[in-house]
């Protein structure tokens, strides 16, 4: 076993950095140790590579896609890391033309693009048990056994002989047994107008989605797939015109969630949901002071910060509309400028006055704790901080100083409960909210104000 140290785990909790971190490596080691069991490595194919072929595109953005479009234990096989290493070497002799095909190798806080010869000349990655995707033309596979004899030539998606090997999408595999398959699609401008067109290596457009051969903007084909039980996770442009507008984009589509809630719920109706969820939780749980009143508070004032102008044009309120909470589809994330609504939250709870807010907050000090913590990281957020404290309705002297505390909480309630207790604290907001959002795939950027299009 290696050495688990206060240090380590210190720094494997601050979940909310991202980037590489000097002082943290893969958790793997700790997890299984090293003497006996040997790295494993997950491999997926996904058609995503395959467009993504001829054209740039940053490793945060297919962080956003494979978050967005996760894979499942159904599409990937697992085998010892050295044989994977072998089996990228076998191909390269077989097809030289392999050496340079880009493929992606994700670990739970980052992907990293790399060719097939990088990582055979530096495999180190493998050993952090991570998911290796390949484009879905690439081969590999021999009667579901991993076989470099079975690779095929680089083709492109559009030649007649390309294979492919992504199953990602396929009927059978959704968490409800009655929503429909996840899909992928691609949207096109032409000189007729918006064509949606089947993914080259994915699964054809289902006949029953009734989709038009031709629209009039992205949006009107938007609106028909949400009439099939589809909603749209995340839009990638994939080219851009001369005036930097996309002309062709992947699109991302999820099953709609459980028909109890609805996709589109005011923001009252959402807090109220959320509420509701968090009292059963806590009943079933068992769950006394302060960490009952805490949750209790937390689940009521947790979404304040989606008052803020800039978060409701964001998810689409129009003028003569209520405040909403959730919506089925959303504006481009960047609309937002960085803004987290869970920030705002903290801010509107603390300068009530300021913003018609009736909030007041807990007299007991272990209760405020916890429960300012719960609301700033329910969606992942605040281990130890926010990446960005945008919000113009508050002076820049407000924002750092809150900020300033909600970093010094982090750290005061993780001495206090300890690094897992902790974790499991927060996610019983997170679960109430999810539940809540009617979403069985929720993640931190299910509001879309964390992903990038």
Known sequence: MVE?????????????ITERMPGRPEVAPWLRGIAEELPQTAIAWRAELDLFRDHAISERALKAVFTAHRIRAHESLTTNSFRVVDFLKQAVKSNAGIHDTRVVVRRPRDVTILTVGELIKDSGILNTDPTLILPASFGGLDKGLLSSDAIHSPLKPDEPDFQSLDV????????REDA?????????????????????????????LNLEPVYETPKAIFNAIERSQLRVRLVHPLELDEEETAVRSLVLLAPVGSKLKPEKQTLDEHVGYVEAEARRIEKRCGLDDPIRAALLFAAMWHDEGKKADVWQHFIGRTTNEPLLGKAATTRDPKSLRGYRHEFGSLLRIHHPERHSTDCELPVDAEIRDLALHLIATHHGFSRPHFNNVFDRDFRTEDRETLHTEVIRRFARLQRKYGWWQLAWLENLLRCADALAS????????????????
Do not use: Q
């Open 168 to 175: 990602a999408d396929k009927s059978g595999y959704e968490s």
């Open 180 to 208: 429909r398959p996840r899909l992928r699609l691609l949207i096109k401008r032409t000189e007729e107008g918006w064509k949606p067109l089947p993914l080259p290596g994915g699964e054809p457009i289902p006949a029953d």
């Open 4 to 16: 688990l140290t206060d240090i380590l785990l210190d720094a494997w909790s601050m979940t909310s």
């Open 438 to 453: 009617a979403d069985p795939d929720a993640d931190d950027t299910a509001d879309g104000d964390g992903g990038e299009t």
